[in-house]
């Protein structure tokens, strides 16, 4: 069977993945966040165009764990989605942060994820974050508000979680 584009991605984001968690082991706790946000030499793509691309690396995440059992893969990749959480100060990071999420959430449903994350915790600090920054992102972006409308519910009806809405003034 030949392998797709796809598969190519996942395996070039695997070679990342374990040079990262090379890092992460030897005390780099923010090394995840370099290769799930993309940076330098850890870009996953087939052109900057089109951008990184967060589900092969995920995908690769989950094959990593699965053929070494080393449960810190699990604590890396988390390590690295608290700290863009703390670091999304921009709705582009922002954006990022929630794409990353919602597949990790696809992948759990779907049973084809080889560990799960604690997404009620993870969520607990997104909205924190959420409501500390979100007139910020609306001052950013005027389209804000209807965007994170849509996020809002794409995260009640699939997986029935509740992202922040906007704080009282």
């Known amino acids: 069977m030949s392998e797709t584009r796809y598969d190519e991605l996942v395996r070039e984001a695997k070679f990342g993945v374990k040079l990262i968690h090379k890092e992460y082991c030897s005390g780099k706790e923010i090394a995840y966040v370099i290769i799930l946000t993309g940076l330098g ?5 087939i052109s900057p165009e089109e951008g990184h691309n967060n589900q092969a690396v995920i995908d690769a995440i989950h094959q990593y764990y ?5 449960t810190r893969v699990i604590e890396g990749y988390q390590a690295g989605i608290y700290e863009l959480i703390e670091v999304s100060g921009h709705m582009k990071m922002f954006s990022n942060l929630l794409r990353i999420l919602f597949y990790e959430l696809y992948k759990e449903h779907r049973g084809e994820a080889s560990f799960t994350l604690d997404m009620e915790e993870i969520f607990r600090q997104l909205n924190s974050m959420i409501l500390e920054r979100y007139h910020n992102f609306e001052k950013e972006n005027p389209f804000f508000d209807t965007w994170f409308s849509r996020q809002q519910t794409f995260a009640m009806e699939h997986y029935g979680l509740i992202l922040q809405g906007k704080p009282e003034s």
């Not at 030499?41 to 793509?45: A, C, E, K, N, S």
């Not at 699965?66 to 080393?70: F, G, I, L, N």
């Open 66 to 70: 699965a053929e070494t059992e080393d």
């Open 41 to 45: 030499d850890y870009f996953v793509g």
